[in-house]
């Protein structure tokens, strides 16, 4: 299948996170523009769709209404569906003399599929960041209280359930983060295409993928430490009042077998 893009010289890449996860294995291997990533031609007029297994697809050229009866089309295929998709847009201008990234827009000599695979992953893995970022940083605006009562007073009032289940959190977004979107990892269409290292890596700077990645990596450690900790402090605290419960039996015991003892001695 032919691009039919390749003759415009403006374009508007625009990319939606839908959910947690997309499943691709329905698409048709036949009726694909490629398979790494999952590229198809979504309208008459040469729009296209990259798509992506985190729950992003990223269109190009692709106009509004085409655009909602192509996502309306993806809704059985998510788990778990966003209310509000995070968006992400991108001017493409094409014909130029340089190649490269400035002030929110891509500049190329000419549109080719790859060029818009590489667009399409950088512009991804950025909607991934910023949906991660929120949360994370909803968690440490949890997480500050507890630490700030544990200095102040040596205790905590969250439970260890809560606390675990904060952990349990911030475990499954670094999951998502490496195992899904793998964000550190180079895109596949490198591979075949080498030569446009220069351009992805412009995209990455533009979009401070490896920075982000890393501030996001070290804030997830330290939410996780400190929930950890927080926990271990409530299981202490528990296990000390079981030692005194245990203590207080033991002495029950004993004050119960004295008393019967000496109502033996008495009769």
């Given at each position: 299948m032919?691009?039919?893009?390749k003759?415009r010289q403006?374009?508007?890449?625009?990319?939606?996170?839908?959910?947690?996860?997309?499943?691709?294995?329905l698409?048709?291997?036949?009726?694909?523009l490629?398979?790494t990533?999952?590229t198809l031609?979504?309208?008459a007029?040469?729009?296209?769709?990259?798509?992506?297994r985190?729950?992003?697809?990223?269109?190009f050229?692709?106009?509004t209404m085409?655009?909602?009866?192509?996502?309306e089309?993806l809704?059985?295929?998510?788990?778990?569906?966003y209310?509000?998709?995070?968006?992400e847009?991108?001017?493409?201008?094409?014909?130029r003399?340089?190649v490269?990234?400035?002030?929110?827009?891509?500049?190329?000599?000419?549109?080719?599929?790859?060029?818009?695979?590489?667009i399409?992953?950088?512009?991804?893995k950025?909607?991934?960041l910023?949906?991660?970022?929120?949360?994370?940083?909803?968690e440490?605006?949890?997480?500050?209280?507890?630490?700030?009562e544990?200095?102040t007073h040596?205790?905590?009032?969250?439970?260890s359930?809560k606390?675990?289940?904060?952990i349990?959190?911030?475990l499954?977004i670094?999951?998502?983060?490496?195992?899904?979107?793998?964000?550190?990892?180079r895109?596949e269409?490198?591979?075949?295409?080498?030569?446009?290292?220069g351009?992805?890596?412009?995209?990455e700077?533009e979009?401070e993928?490896?920075?982000?990645?890393?501030?996001?990596?070290?804030k997830?450690g330290l939410?996780?430490?400190?929930a950890?900790?927080?926990?271990?402090?409530w299981?202490n605290?528990k296990?000390?009042?079981l030692e005194?419960?245990?203590?207080g039996?033991i002495?029950?015991?004993?004050?119960?077998?004295?008393v019967?003892?000496?109502?033996?001695?008495?009769?």
């Amino acid at each position: 299948m032919q691009l039919k893009l390749k003759d415009r010289q403006e374009m508007k890449a625009r990319a939606l996170l839908l959910g947690d996860r997309l499943d691709l294995k329905l698409f048709k291997i036949a009726d694909c523009l490629a398979t790494t990533p999952l590229t198809l031609q979504v309208d008459a007029n040469g729009g296209i769709a990259v798509l992506f297994r985190y729950g992003v697809v990223v269109l190009f050229g692709v106009q509004t209404m085409d655009e909602v009866q192509f996502v309306e089309s993806l809704t059985p295929l998510l788990t778990n569906a966003y209310a509000i998709p995070e968006t992400e847009e991108l001017e493409i201008h094409s014909g130029r003399n340089s190649v490269g990234v400035q002030s929110g827009a891509v500049t190329l000599d000419e549109v080719s599929l790859e060029k818009l695979q590489l667009i399409a992953d950088a512009l991804s893995k950025n909607l991934v960041l910023s949906l991660y970022e929120k949360k994370v940083a909803g968690e440490f605006d949890k997480i500050e209280p507890l630490a700030q009562e544990l200095a102040t007073h040596g205790k905590v009032s969250a439970d260890s359930k809560k606390l675990l289940q904060k952990i349990g959190s911030m475990l499954l977004i670094e999951h998502r983060m490496v195992g899904r979107a793998e964000i550190g990892d180079r895109p596949e269409t490198l591979w075949d295409f080498p030569h446009l290292e220069g351009l992805y890596a412009s995209l990455e700077d533009e979009f401070e993928l490896k920075e982000r990645q890393s501030a996001l990596d070290r804030k997830l450690g330290l939410i996780a430490d400190t929930a950890q900790t927080l926990a271990d402090v409530w299981d202490n605290k528990k296990l000390h009042r079981l030692e005194w419960y245990v203590i207080g039996l033991i002495l029950f015991e004993i004050v119960l077998s004295l008393v019967e003892r000496g109502e033996k001695f008495f009769h």
